[in-house]
């Protein structure tokens, strides 16, 4: 490991001699099962992957979405789309919901004992069915031709992120129904002017979640923290290949 800078400790990096409680998030899960070198060069030595931009759009579709599933929510009443799709439900209130829906201060948690992780995971929006099981809804926007659908391989990364929410529902003693939805919101570029505005057409995706492969991985996520190895790159890492590239080149 010393062939790697390794910086002076900062808040949120991974310590073995810790006895405290190590947060994950939903999205560390899944930077480790992208790639565990880049997860523990993260985690481990604070050296993370160079920060995307921000989808500022994507924030503002889904803020105005959160407006229109709260009037329903205050009321008890069902939003037009579920009725649309037939989904018999509606969003749940609770005095949690918005610090479920805050990923960076608290979200849902779950502290995991044999691990010592505690995991959380900031959710969109929850509905509840008349049967009291709760139901994980995640909210997308983009803007392709055609129907908006998850068959791309890169949309795995979507079906594990409702896993983790439906699995930390269910540990925090709920009753949580197999299946979520996605509202997909695909941007129309068929229109004759911008005039101002976008409009979009909106898609409600069910998505039967499994969430059997987290708590493996979450024990391997354990194991790879507390190695003083850096581990491989998983096949196929950009970043790792093109820092191999750089040192190469160098």
Not at 21 to 28: M, N, V
Request: net charge neutral; with cysteine; glycine share 8%.
């Amino acid at each position: 490991m010393s062939q790697y800078y390794t910086p002076k400790r900062a808040k949120g990096l991974f310590s073995p001699e810790s006895k405290e409680p190590f947060k994950i998030s939903r999205s560390k899960i899944d930077l480790f099962l992208e790639c565990p070198r880049c997860f523990y060069l993260d985690r481990r030595l604070g050296i993370g992957r160079p920060p995307g931009y921000p989808f500022s759009l994507n924030s503002a579709v889904d803020t105005l979405l959160k407006k229109e599933f709260d009037f329903h929510r205050a009321n008890g009443t069902p939003h037009p789309f579920m009725k649309a799709y037939g989904i018999d439900a509606v969003p749940f209130a609770h005095e949690k919901m918005d610090e479920w829906r805050d990923s960076m201060k608290a979200g849902v948690q779950y502290f995991q004992e044999s691990t010592n992780l505690l995991v959380t995971g900031g959710v969109d929006d929850v509905w509840i069915n008349p049967k009291g099981e709760l139901i994980v809804a995640d909210y997308k926007a983009t803007s392709k031709n055609g129907e908006v659908n998850l068959d791309a391989p890169w949309q795995d990364s979507y079906k594990r992120q409702m896993e983790v929410y439906q699995w930390l529902l269910r540990k925090n003693g709920f009753k949580v129904s197999n299946t979520g939805y996605f509202v997909y919101c695909n941007g129309k570029t068929d229109r004759e002017a911008f005039d101002g505005k976008l409009e979009f057409d909106v898609k409600l995706i069910p998505y039967k979640g499994d969430d059997s492969w987290i708590e493996k991985t979450l024990r391997e996520i354990k194991k790879c923290l507390m190695s003083d190895s850096v581990p491989k790159s998983s096949e196929g890492c950009d970043y790792c290949r093109y820092c191999h590239v750089v040192q190469d080149a160098g």
